[in-house]
């Protein structure tokens, strides 16, 4: 496994690569790998014969009161599990990846709006910025994102079909804990305690699914029940649940089977936690 930490490195390894005839199949992260990433792995390994993986805590992301600075960095490790998993490259910049006096940026205007995008100002430009700097890094065949991130998933599949961007995206299904909670980095913030009361998300979330298939389809029936069904556990602190449709990621007042998602992001503690599904 190589370990590239410029984007020359990088190239040189992805260039080997294409000249033994491999496709590139690529997987951005910011590290602190779990289950969920490594199912990205997985799928990528699938889609392509040579799996490039990025680790980098991409400060442009973060607002000015988040958790940038204490985000896990068990870089070894991540390390070892990419290793483990067959990935053949892992691009691992510093934080001058961004060059002195970056000033350039990708807006997305539409999809980026709500949800997270207004709950996190500038948090979908830097995502769709450094999404873009890496793909440029590795010129992938097949870049892979999990539907936990629902609004980035939508984000970079806008911004890949506006700029003509050559690289084909593929969604993984959110892996989840036994209880049913989305897995994710932020999970080990959490307290003993708010672990616990976290399970509460995933559930609000399956009722919902179960009384679509019961026949209810208004979202204003549905969205009541969920925050009735929230409200019940004090210690998190809704930021905002929503019932939109897939693409448009407005918001709609009916169901429509196969292109409706329920989402919802809120906070035990200090822990932000997000989580969606289809409806
Ligand atoms: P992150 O390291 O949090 O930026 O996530 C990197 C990629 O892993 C993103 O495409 C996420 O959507 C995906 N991801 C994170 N958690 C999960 C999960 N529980 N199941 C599937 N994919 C995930």
């Not at 690529?26 to 289950?35: D, E, I, N």
């Not at 805590?57 to 990419?82: A, H, I, M, T, W």
């Not at 019961?214 to 549905?222: S, W």
Request: net charge positive.
């Amino acid at each position: 496994m190589v370990i590239a930490r410029t984007v020359a490195e990088l190239r040189l390894a992805v260039v080997a690569a294409r000249k033994a005839g491999k496709t590139i199949g690529f997987v951005p992260t910011m590290g602190c790998l779990h289950v969920g990433h490594l199912a990205l792995v997985d799928l990528a390994r699938r889609e392509a014969t040579c799996c490039v993986v990025s680790i980098f805590v991409n400060p442009s992301q973060f607002g000015p009161k988040e958790d940038f600075s204490k985000y896990p960095r068990p870089f070894e490790e991540d390390c070892r599990l990419c290793e483990a998993r067959g990935v053949d490259i892992i691009f691992a910049p510093g934080v001058d990846f961004y060059p002195a006096e970056h000033s350039t940026w990708v807006s997305e205007e539409a999809v980026s709006q709500g949800l997270c995008g207004e709950c996190r100002p500038g948090h979908f430009r830097g995502v769709a910025t450094v999404v873009l700097k890496l793909f440029n890094s590795c010129l992938p065949d097949v870049a892979i994102f999990g539907r936990k991130d629902f609004q980035q998933l939508a984000v970079i599949r806008r911004m890949v079909r506006d700029l003509d961007v050559p690289v084909r995206i593929v969604a993984a299904p959110t892996e989840r804990e036994a209880d049913g909670l989305a897995i994710s980095s932020r999970n080990r913030y959490l307290s003993p305690e708010h672990r616990a009361r976290a399970r509460v998300i995933s559930e609000v979330l399956r009722r919902a699914q179960a009384l679509v298939v019961a026949g209810e389809c208004h979202a204003a029936t549905l969205l009541s029940a969920a925050s009735r069904q929230l409200s019940d556990e004090p210690a998190f602190r809704l930021q905002y649940i929503a019932i939109i449709d897939a693409q448009t990621l407005r918001p709609v007042q009916k169901v429509t089977h196969g292109s409706s998602v329920m989402a919802v992001a809120g906070f035990l503690g200090e822990t932000r936690l997000i989580d969606n599904v289809d409806l």
